[in-house]
C-alpha cells in the first residue's frame, strides 16, 4: 500500500472518527472499533519492517495520517502516533526481543511511557524492574510496553533504558481522568519485581549514536534515524491537526454568526480575519517544516551519511516549537470565538482542551530545546541526548 492511500483511507474513516469521538472521551479510551479500524487500514505497521509484515514507510507517512486524523479526533491521532511508532523502536531492539512480540502474531502493539522512574536491580542475564509509570496511552489494546528507567552505574554517565515488558508482567491502573485527550486512555502501568533479560532493553545512547542491535536485520534508511528525531514528532505532530480542526469549526461557527454589540456579520470583523488567516500560515509553515526536516534526514540515512548535531538539535527545537505556535493560535481562536467557545458541546471546547493536553507532554516542552539551540548557535556543547 502507497503513502497516497494510507491518506485516502484516513481521510475516508474522518466521518467516522468524529461521529465516535464524542462516546470515546465518555468512555475515556478509544472505541474498539477504531483500533481495528487503524488494523486494518494498516496504519500501525506504517513503521514496521516488512519481514514483520510492516510497510516500512518514511515517518513522514505516520506524521501526514496524524495530522489528518487529529483534525476530526486528536485522541485517535495521538493512540495511533504514540502507539505506532513503538513499531520502530522494536525495529531498533535485539532481535530476540523482535521475535518475542512479532514471532506469532505480527499484528501486536505496545504502549509506553518511557519516564525514568523505575527501580532496577542488576542480576544473572538481565534486571529486576519495578515501579509505577503513568501516562501510557492506548495501553489497554496493546500486549507488551516500553517502560523508562536508569541501570545503576558504579562512575560513568547515567545508563537510561527502555524495557521491554509483556502485559502478563504488568496490570494497568484506570486513573485516566483528565481535561483533554480523554480518549486516549493513558493510564498507569504497574510492574511488580519482574525479570526483564538484558536483550529486552534498548540503550538511549544507542539511539542516539544510531547504532542499535536491530540494525543487523532492520537495514532500511528509516532504521538508521536518531530515536530522539522520531519519537518527539510522534507527540508533537498531532497537534498541527487539532489546530486544523479548530480552523475548520471556529470558520463554520462564525459563518452565520450575527454580533449582539455591533450588529454586523462575524465573518466580517477584522480580528477574526486576521486569526483565520495567521491560524493557515502557521499550520503551513509547521507542515513544511516536518517535512523538510525529515526530507533532509532521510536523505542522508539513504546516503549512509551522518547528521550533523547541530542539525539535530534545530530538528528538536523545531518539534517543540511546533507545538508552541499551535497552541498559540488555538488560544487566539478560541479567544476570539468569545463565550460560545466554553460550553462542553462546543468543538472548539474540545480542540482547545485537547490542543493544552498535548501541551502538556514533557516532550512538547521548547524550554530545554530552545536552550540547547541556544547554545549551539554560540559554539557551546551540546546538552540533550534525546536529539
Not at 159 to 186: C, N, Q
Request: hydrophobic share 40%.
Amino acid at each position: 500500500m502507497d503513502s497516497e492511500a494510507l491518506i485516502e483511507r484516513a481521510i475516508e474513516l474522518g466521518p467516522t472518527l468524529r461521529a465516535r469521538a464524542q462516546g470515546g472521551a465518555a468512555a475515556r479510551r478509544l472505541p474498539a472499533e477504531t483500533i481495528a479500524d487503524f488494523h486494518e487500514a494498516g496504519f500501525f505497521r506504517v513503521l514496521q519492517p516488512r519481514r514483520f509484515g510492516g510497510l516500512e514507510c518514511s515517518p513522514q507517512v505516520l506524521f501526514d495520517l496524524q495530522m489528518a486524523i487529529g483534525a476530526v479526533c486528536p485522541s485517535s491521532a495521538w493512540v495511533l502516533g504514540v502507539v505506532a511508532v513503538h513499531s520502530w523502536q522494536l525495529a531498533l531492539f535485539d532481535e530476540r526481543a523482535q521475535q518475542d512480540v512479532w514471532g506469532e502474531d505480527t499484528g501486536v502493539l505496545i504502549s509506553s511511557s518511557y519516564m525514568p522512574v523505575g527501580r532496577v536491580e542488576r542480576v544473572e542475564g538481565g534486571f529486576r524492574l519495578s515501579g509505577r509509570w503513568g501516562y501510557s496511552s492506548g495501553s489497554e489494546y496493546c500486549d507488551w510496553a516500553f517502560l523508562g528507567a536508569f541501570i545503576p552505574v558504579e562512575s560513568g554517565p547515567p545508563d537510561m533504558r527502555t524495557f521491554l515488558v509483556p502485559k502478563t508482567d504488568y496490570h494497568i491502573e484506570d486513573t485516566w481522568h483528565v481535561s483533554g485527550l480523554k480518549a486516549t486512555g493513558s493510564h498507569d502501568v504497574v510492574v511488580d519485581d519482574v525479570f526483564v533479560p538484558e536483550y529486552r532493553t534498548h540503550k538511549l545512547i544507542d539511539g542516539y549514536r544510531c547504532k542499535n542491535p536491530g540494525n543487523e536485520q532492520n537495514r532500511g534508511p528509516v532504521y538508521r534515524l536518531p530515536f530522539g528525531q522520531v519519537f518527539v514528532r510522534s507527540v508533537s505532530t498531532t497537534i498541527i491537526g487539532i489546530c486544523q480542526g479548530m480552523l475548520d469549526a471556529y470558520t463554520q461557527t462564525i459563518r452565520d454568526r450575527i454580533s449582539r454589540a455591533s450588529g454586523k456579520k462575524a465573518i466580517e470583523d477584522p480580528i477574526a480575519q486576521k486569526v483565520c488567516s495567521e491560524t493557515a500560515a502557521t499550520i503551513d509553515e509547521c507542515r513544511l517544516v516536518l517535512r523538510r526536516n525529515f526530507q533532509e534526514m532521510m536523505a542522508a540515512a539513504e546516503a549512509g551519511d551522518a547528521i550533523s548535531i547541530e542539525d539535530r538539535i534545530r530538528y528538536r527545537y523545531d518539534s517543540s516549537r511546533t507545538v508552541e505556535r499551535c497552541l498559540a493560535q488555538v488560544d487566539a481562536m478560541f479567544t476570539a470565538a468569545a463565550g460560545s467557545a466554553i460550553r462542553l458541546d462546543s468543538p472548539l471546547n474540545g480542540y482547545f482542551q485537547d490542543a493544552h493536553a498535548a501541551r502538556a507532554h514533557h516532550a512538547n516542552n521548547p524550554a530545554g530545546p530552545a536552550a540547547n539551540f541556544g547554545r549551539s548557535q554560540m559554539g557551546l556543547k551540546n546538552t540533550d541526548f534525546f536529539i
